[in-house]
């Protein structure tokens, strides 16, 4: 499965961006997908994730009310919507599949099949 994650680029403290995820796989569509970043010299963090139909999410308290995911299984295409950047956005944020079942949905090792990531960089 390859994911491609895109929308990523410089903005302003306060601004906005949408990142998407998006993949030609069919499995794609049945399955929980997640986004984590990763700063400089951090290691990789739980962000947001939702589920195969749409009809959960789950977000980290840093992001909370800021962002909101969301999901088009037509395109197979997942997004993130960032509002009210801040400097400590700043990070590669990267797309996966939730494939560990037993493990939790904000853990980073329940997901593989990483995309290559995008940069989001905050300017304060």
């Known amino acids: 499965v390859q994911l491609q994650a895109s929308g990523g680029g410089l903005v302003q403290a306060g601004g906005s961006l949408r990142l998407s995820c998006a993949t030609s796989?069919?499995?794609?569509?049945?399955?929980?997908v997640g986004w984590f970043r990763q700063a400089s010299g951090k290691e990789r963090e739980f962000v947001a994730a939702?589920?195969?139909?749409?009809?959960?999410?789950y977000y980290a308290d840093s992001v909370k009310g800021r962002f909101t995911i969301s999901r088009d299984n037509a395109k197979r295409t997942v997004y993130l919507q960032m509002s009210s950047l801040k400097a400590e956005d700043t990070a590669v944020y990267y797309c996966?599949?939730?494939?560990?079942?037993?493990?939790?949905?904000?853990?980073?090792?329940?997901?593989?099949?990483w995309g290559q990531g995008t940069l989001v960089t905050v300017s304060s």
């Open positions: 996966g599949i939730k494939s560990i079942v037993f493990r939790t949905t904000t853990e980073r090792l329940a997901y593989d099949n």
């Open positions: 939702i589920t195969w139909s749409g009809s959960s999410a």
């Open positions: 796989t069919r499995t794609f569509t049945s399955a929980t």
